[in-house]
């Protein structure tokens, strides 16, 4: 929660608007909570669909946890924003079933580029899956 | 096609069964062509599920694609070979339909290390989506 | 400054060998301050010689301010590390002149891995000047 | 070497021009060769205020050498460009005394932004001993 009520308010109308806008969150089964300005929680089960060949969580199923995390948090401000690159390290596997949390944070915002770290985390033992980092740039003003 | 039929000919048995075991390329219609040791070239095409809040291409989309080639690209040689890493930068927006092509190729080799370079393109056009580098180590020995 | 006095000498102590033994730290001018385990700040003045076409301070200037942090936190646990890989965005320029600072940060340990952040800033307002992430590997035992 | 003679006159030109303004580059005794349009080789010779606690090569160092031969080929089309962000990959050290080399080549360009991929290695034996990425910006139109 932010102490400013209006940039509160904000970030939780842009992310509601953004998660029942993103038809990829919504396939993956992906929830939200601990909105706050530049500040976004993900949460995810790994299902079967997304398991790669060693039987693991696969990357992209972990990345697009993530990727959507930093998404909404460098929308939440309500300006308009698109990631322009992120990167992903991978630290240990996840198993089908494995209820995972991505917590996205906002670490900078120069001019239009915002940067963003998000850490991947197992709920059930708090194990550090994988570690992002996300650049944005706002793409327009507001209407 | 490798110079090196043999190489070759492990290549493609390579990519075979981990096609066969990715649920996650499955799931998302992943096609594959021009497998080379080293090589790889995954096709998918946009659907409805892949798109974000902007009504284009979600960046994990686009990821997927790109991470399924160079993952598939790392373990052509034969030896069981994991994702330490992976970056993407996003150049410019895919649509629903679009029919997309990952090209994975691999850079360099350094003891258990390997780099791949993956480029993005739509295939209608060729412009050039998304650039992806990414880092495997290969994690044990064929039995 | 850490809770654990033996945690903060060991880690004050590593790093003064480390300042000591680094060549390039001292051919730049380096100084450090602010040790704690998993915590160093450099701090550098912008020199003629560390300046690009542009006539401002030279990327690969800023990089070695914050690749020297870096090293020195992943080493303040006593364990040698050594960096894996490193990556730079770049945000502001910075003239000749300036003096800036570069505070790295342990984000994460998981087995071997360490992750830092490192912040650049300019001394006189504050400005952010780039942000690094560096991932680190503990090479061998303490003697 | 271009094809186009006048695009291969210009890279000359502008790498000429290039070398001359950038003091590090003289700091640290860079030379150039095999310049091309996108394309620049930076040589560098290990020196002792070159060298990290560890007596091999600082990683800042061999930072410092790719940095300008992607420097130098991101303005090898004589409109002015800046690096917005570069990676790299630490694979082997190199030792007081070597030779070595980095070789720059253009990957892509969509709009403003370039993306060129840099190889550093040591001399004697062709080891590979880094390998960076790096992202550019055109900022200005030239004159």
């Known amino acids: ?15 509601r608007r953004f998660l029942a806008d993103d ?14 300005p530049g500040v976004v929680r ?3 089960v790994i299902r079967p669909a997304m398991l790669n060949g060693h039987g693991t969580a696969h990357g992209a199923a972990l990345f697009a946890l993530g990727d959507i995390a930093f998404a909404m948090a460098c929308n939440s401000h309500g300006l308009p924003a698109v990631g322009r690159s992120c990167s992903i390290e991978y630290l240990a ?3 089908e079933g494995d209820a995972v949390t991505a917590s996205a944070v906002e670490r900078s915002v120069v001019g239009r580029t915002g940067i963003y770290d998000v850490a991947i985390v197992r709920d059930a033992d708090g ?5 992002m980092r996300g650049h944005s740039r706002v793409v327009a003003h507001p209407t």
């Open 42 to 44: 993900t949460h995810m």
């Open 93 to 95: 596997p996840a198993a």
């Open 23 to 36: 038809a990829t969150a919504r396939a993956l089964g992906i929830t939200v909570s601990g909105v706050a």
């Open 1 to 15: 929660m932010s102490g400013d009520p209006a940039a509160q308010a904000a970030a939780e109308d842009a992310v």
């Open 127 to 131: 194990q550090l899956l994988a570690e």
